[in-house]
Every structure is written in structure tokens, then in C-alpha cells.
């Protein structure tokens, strides 16, 4: 009788501890915006470090072209490029539509229209996974007609803290409740960077401390769960200095050509109406200003694959040297009179060339199947998507630009 009892506790005990080992993977996708890949080295922030040294860092994060944010962020959750996902730029004009996309235009910014390719919380979904974001690029969207199970509407007034709150609360929620793919995004580093420029250790190195804090309490918290959760930590660009008399105007350049001007600052779309020649008006707009040069689309030397939405990135575009920026007279205006700019008379960029390191961002990953003390080549920021497929046991979409080898050897 009781060695019947014994073997039915045990019994049960096994039961339990078979369905414990049963749970399914979590990945939570961190984006710290603008956080440049030599951060980390120059600052020591306690708690990223230590994640490092318990997971895997890469050498730096290559971003597609341009490295704007918006392109980027929609990059790294769907495993395209720009070129393939059709958010081409953070503002771009689409012919079509005849609208101009925005980072700024709520409306546009959540019409599921303008979205290609099968982001990782719609992925999620369609696998009867539970998704939830506590802002993402495209998580306010229904793509393919599917939104994350929970999320909010971007507002980055929200705390630090209050996100990562969240975030325990999903974690708490009931196995068929409780979301595998988690998405959360911290502007900070972004705003001193583009306020300061990547080269004012003070401002940054303040910002980084309050960040690094924050994170420690959601690393920490993470590993309170029972929960095989991994930890994906990147960024969708690096930074560049831009002292204020490198700031150039875009006025003067494109002054009486027959084309809509679509100004990003470190790179500018004009799409030509018809029966402007090409050739001629690179050499006119070359000839009225230095530290740019003007690209024909055709020549693919930026966007190298034009197959899908070479509409929407117009015909030719005006690239300024690394550490000069295209505005306009209100632009100058702005850049000269706002705050620290102003005062310190540098600021940061974003959007040139992947070649140049300075646009380099991050990738750390940590997690029970994470190498440990690893560290690998740069690589480019299609390929994560794979790897977080692979965490979740997701099979990967045979159209993406990622590819599974490329991390594989991050996994043990
Ligand atoms: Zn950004």
C-alpha cells in the first residue's frame, strides 16, 4: 500500500515536472533605438554587459539601406529588405496611392497596406502562438488582416518601467494566454544621439545609466519565470555626427525641376515627371551644390533589387556625404534654434550607406539554447528572423532575404 503511494506521488511529481519541461519557448525582441555598436565598449553598462557575457554579441548589427528607423525596425521583424517589404524609407511617396507614407501620419502609419512580407507577431499568430507588443514598426497595423493578441498604439510618453511592467503581466498569464512573441522598444538612446551626436560621452553615457537600469529590472524579472524565455537585444542603426554648418539646404538644389521632392534628410527621393531627362538632371543638381551626389535609381547602387517597389523610391536620389544632412530652410531654422543643437552646435544623424561602421547597431542574444561568452562576425539584420523562428519552432517563410545559416552557430 505504501510503496503504491510512494510510486503515485512519484508518479505525479514526474507528471509535473514533464509538463513544466513541456512549456513553449518565449523570445522577447528589444529594440533600443539608435544604440550604436561601440556603446556598449565605451560605456560599460552593467546590466547589458552581463547579458552579454551570459549569451551571444555580435560584432555589430549591419542595417539595410537607408538606416532610417522605420525600414529597419520592419526589417528586423520580417526578415526583408526595404526593397521587398515596401516600407522603402521613413517618408516615401507611393504613385499608386498618390500618398505620401510618414512616420508622423497615425493613419497611414497603421493601415496594414503599406506592410509587406509576414512579420514575426503575424507569423506567431497564424501558428496559434500568442503575440504581444509593447510598440513595434508595424505592430498598430493589421497585416494580412492579423494584429498581435496585445498591443498598444505608440505613445513614447509611456515609462520605461510601465513597458516592462507589461510585460511581467503577460508573462503571468495562463499558458493559452500567455504571448511566445514579445516585441518592446526604448527610444532613448535614439533621442540623446540625435540631440547630442554619438561623440558626447556625457549625455550619453547619462542616458545609457537610467536605460541600463531599467533593463537590469527587466532581465532580472525574466529570470524570476519558470519560463524558457530568450532575450533578443538589437538596434536598427547606429549615429553620425553632424556639426551644424555641415547641415546643407535642399531648397536651392532642386529649385525649378519638375519632380516630387521626398526629403529624409540623408538621402532624398525626387520622382520626375514625365519627360524630364535623368542624366540632365543629375548634372544640374551636381553642379549647384558640393558634399552630395545624385544617384539614378536604375544604377542599384543603394536599392539593389528593384523588381517589387521601384515606384515608391522615384527615380533618382540625392545622397549627402557621411556627416552632412539635406533640410530645408524651416529645417535650418529648427536645427539652429532647438535646444541642445543649438547650444552644442553638433547633433547625430541616421540613414546613410551600411558600409560606413558609424550607422552599425547591435545584436545580443541570451536564452537556455544561446551560446554562452560567444561572439560572432558583423552580419546583416535579415537574418534575425530565422534564428527567432528557430527559438519558437516557426517554420521560415521561403520569400524572406534572411538566411537560417547564418546564426545557426549562435544556438548550442
Ligand atoms: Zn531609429
Known amino acids: 500500500m505504501r510503496k503504491s503511494l510512494v510510486f503515485a506521488v512519484a508518479w505525479i511529481l514526474l507528471g509535473v515536472s514533464a509538463v513544466a519541461q513541456e512549456k513553449q519557448p518565449i523570445v522577447i525582441l528589444i529594440s533600443l533605438d539608435g544604440f550604436r555598436y561601440d556603446y556598449v565598449e565605451r560605456f560599460q553598462p552593467e546590466n547589458i554587459t552581463k547579458l ?3 549569451g551571444t554579441a555580435a560584432q555589430s548589427l549591419i542595417p539595410s539601406f537607408p538606416s532610417k528607423t522605420f ?24 504613385p499608386t496611392k498618390d500618398q505620401q507614407y510618414s512616420i508622423s501620419n497615425r493613419a497611414i502609419v497603421t493601415d496594414g497596406s503599406w506592410y509587406g512580407g509576414t512579420p514575426l507577431w503575424v507569423l506567431a499568430e497564424q501558428h496559434d502562438k500568442k503575440s504581444a507588443s509593447y510598440f513595434f514598426v508595424g505592430s498598430e497595423a493589421d497585416i494580412q488582416g492579423v494584429s498581435p493578441s496585445y498591443y ?12 516592462i511592467a507589461q510585460v511581467f503581466e503577460w508573462l503571468q498569464l495562463p499558458d493559452d494566454e ?12 535614439d533621442d540623446t544621439g540625435h540631440l547630442y551626436g554619438p561623440h558626447n560621452d556625457e549625455q550619453l553615457k547619462k542616458t545609457l545609466t537610467r536605460l541600463d537600469a531599467e533593463l537590469g529590472a527587466l532581465f532580472e524579472g525574466v529570470k524570476s519565470f519558470d519560463l524558457p524565455i530568450s532575450i533578443v537585444l538589437v538596434s536598427d542603426h547606429g549615429m553620425a555626427e553632424v556639426a551644424q554648418e555641415k547641415l546643407l539646404n535642399l531648397e536651392p538644389l532642386v529649385e525649378g525641376i519638375a519632380a516630387r521632392v521626398v526629403n529624409s534628410g540623408a538621402l532624398v527621393h525626387l520622382h520626375l515627371k514625365d519627360g524630364v531627362d535623368k542624366e540632365e538632371t543629375i548634372r544640374l543638381i551636381e553642379s549647384r551644390g558640393e558634399h552630395i551626389h545624385v544617384i539614378n535609381v536604375e544604377d542599384r547602387e543603394y536599392y539593389q533589387d528593384l523588381s517589387l517597389h521601384q515606384d515608391l523610391m522615384g527615380d533618382l536620389l540625392i545622397i549627402p556625404d557621411l556627416g552632412y544632412y539635406l533640410t530645408d530652410s524651416r529645417g535650418l531654422f529648427r536645427y539652429q534654434n532647438k535646444g541642445a543643437m543649438a547650444k552644442t552646435g553638433n547633433f547625430g544623424e541616421h540613414g546613410y550607406s551600411p558600409d560606413y561602421p558609424e550607422m552599425h547597431g547591435i545584436f545580443y542574444a541570451w536564452g537556455p539554447r544561446i551560446k554562452q561568452g560567444f561572439t560572432i562576425d558583423s552580419f546583416e539584420n535579415i537574418h534575425i528572423y530565422p534564428l527567432i523562428c528557430e527559438l519558437l519552432g516557426l517554420p521560415v517563410p521561403s520569400d524572406i532575404d534572411g538566411r537560417v545559416e ?3 552557430a549562435v544556438i548550442d
Open 52 to 54: 552579454i557575457q551570459q
Open 71 to 94: 525600414p529597419n525596425h520592419y526589417t528586423i521583424a520580417t526578415g526583408m529588405k526595404p526593397e521587398h517589404h515596401g516600407v522603402v524609407d521613413n517618408n516615401f511617396y507611393n
Open 152 to 163: 498598444f498604439d505608440y505613445d513614447g510618453s509611456v515609462p520605461n518601467l510601465t513597458r
Open 178 to 189: 500567455r504571448p511566445q512573441m514579445i516585441t518592446m522598444y526604448f527610444s532613448d538612446m
Open 406 to 408: 547564418v546564426l545557426q
